[in-house]
């Protein structure tokens, strides 16, 4: 038999939020571990919701027992022909609603919280693609990379199936950074569970969240939003820096991954000289 020492261990294994890393985990429960202060109060408000919920629930159930028995044929083979207890029935729509309203009120606190912050010390666009990620960086020289999932026989050692990406998105620690979030072609979601976001992905419309990470280190989620065959082949891999090692990371991907405006600029000045020439041509042909 299973002792009640071992009942609790397990219980206690599945349930603590410590035993979670920054991705998801095989037998998980409940949330990983918050990676924002703001995620931290989303699993509050969830922790004091999931009791009220309990107790609702658990007193819903007393009561149609209670009837069931107390009401039974048996006990009771003369029915009472009432039909109508004005108190009982403003009472039990009275009081569920008093219990939504005051639930209510730090739930709608929170969604204005995750929705803007006051000041941001920089900005990060997403795209989604089918089925890739796209990061931009307008504030470290506008430059821009694609991020792809490992595939199964590329992975390395301590590589995570499904959840590695070539590229993960650099963002620096204990920053305000504001994410604005579209799509290329169809609608996606950007996911990240234990920082508390996830925000669709819409094309043509522009969404905005923010996140402020305490803790560098590498956190994963998934694109949230069906969106074709490779939904399940888009993880979003954050990698939070210390601000220092951010900075030098920014400036080598300026290099690394420069968009180069210059040469976009100079191949599209290229081709309206062209086209200019082209046209001259075509005037003289005419001619
Ligand atoms: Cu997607």
Not at 8 to 15: G, Q, R
Not at 110 to 131: A, F, N, P, R
């Amino acid at each position: 038999m299973f002792s009640m020492k071992s009942i609790l261990t397990v219980f206690f294994i599945l349930f603590s939020f410590e035993s979670y890393g920054k991705q998801a985990t095989d037998w998980q429960l409940s949330f990983q571990n918050p990676a924002t202060d703001l995620m931290g109060s989303v699993v509050g408000l969830h922790n004091i919701i999931l009791v009220v919920m309990t107790l609702v629930t658990l007193f819903v159930l007393f009561l149609l027992f209670y009837v069931s028995y107390r009401f039974s044929a048996k006990r009771n083979p003369i029915p009472s022909t009432t039909t109508h207890n004005t108190v009982v029935e403003v009472l039990w729509t009275a009081i569920p609603i008093v219990i939504l309203v005051i639930l209510a009120i730090p739930s709608f606190k929170l969604l204005y919280q995750q929705e803007k912050s006051e000041k941001y010390d920089m900005t990060i666009k997403v795209i989604g693609h089918q089925w890739y990620w796209e990061y931009e960086y307008p504030d470290h020289g506008n430059f821009y990379y694609e991020s792809y999932m490992v595939q199964d026989q590329d992975l390395e050692d301590g590589d995570l199936r499904l959840l590695t990406v070539d590229n993960p998105l650099v963002i620096p620690a204990n920053k305000n950074i504001q994410i604005l979030i579209t799509a290329g072609d169809v609608l996606h979601s950007w996911a990240v569970p234990s920082m508390g976001l996830k925000t669709d992905a819409v094309p043509g419309r522009l969404n905005e969240t923010w996140v402020n990470v305490t803790e560098p280190g590498v956190y994963r989620g998934q694109c949230s939003e069906i969106c074709g065959s490779g939904h399940g082949f888009m993880p979003v891999v954050v990698k939070v820096l210390p601000e220092r090692e951010f900075m030098a990371w920014a400036n080598e991907a300026k290099n690394n991954y420069a968009i180069n405006e210059e040469i976009e600029n100079n191949v599209f000045e290229d081709e309206i000289v062209i086209s200019q020439n082209n046209l001259l041509q075509l005037e003289e042909n005419n001619l």
